[in-house]
């Protein structure tokens, strides 16, 4: 409950300092996505940082899109219960970006991904 609180609050302070906030999720995997200078850009992906893997930004181009937070809701109070993450970056200068991300092992590198996740942004 203390997660889902904090998590509810950054939200909250991320929507209220931004000019807009764009939800992106697996359903979005491949597309392009257009938004306006100054979005913020909410990915949310299935994890479960208990087997060891977690979502990693494997590319972007930072002078367009800058990572700014992430966070983990458990979907049950159980301990090593799978969730979402969620991620935060803002858009800070107009162009296009890959935004991609992989389900790895970090300390295993790239060979131990078992998935990927990657939007084109237009950044207008």
Not at 22 to 49: R, Y
Not at 53 to 76: C, G, Q
């Amino acid at each position: 409950m203390k997660t889902i609180i904090i998590f509810s609050i950054c939200i909250t302070v991320t929507l209220y300092c931004s000019n807009a906030i764009k939800s992106i999720s697996k359903h979005d995997q491949g597309s392009v996505i257009t938004v306006a200078l100054g979005t913020d850009l909410l990915i949310e992906l299935e994890a479960n940082p208990s087997t060891g893997f977690d979502w990693e930004t494997v590319h972007i181009d930072s002078s367009k899109i800058l990572f700014k937070n992430i966070s983990f809701i458990a979907s049950d109070s159980l301990p090593g219960s799978g969730g979402m993450e969620y991620f935060i970056f803002k858009t800070v200068q107009k162009g296009e970006s890959l935004l991609k991300l992989a389900y790895l092992r970090p300390w295993e590198g790239r060979g131990s991904m078992i998935d990927s996740f990657s939007v084109f942004i237009k950044v207008q």
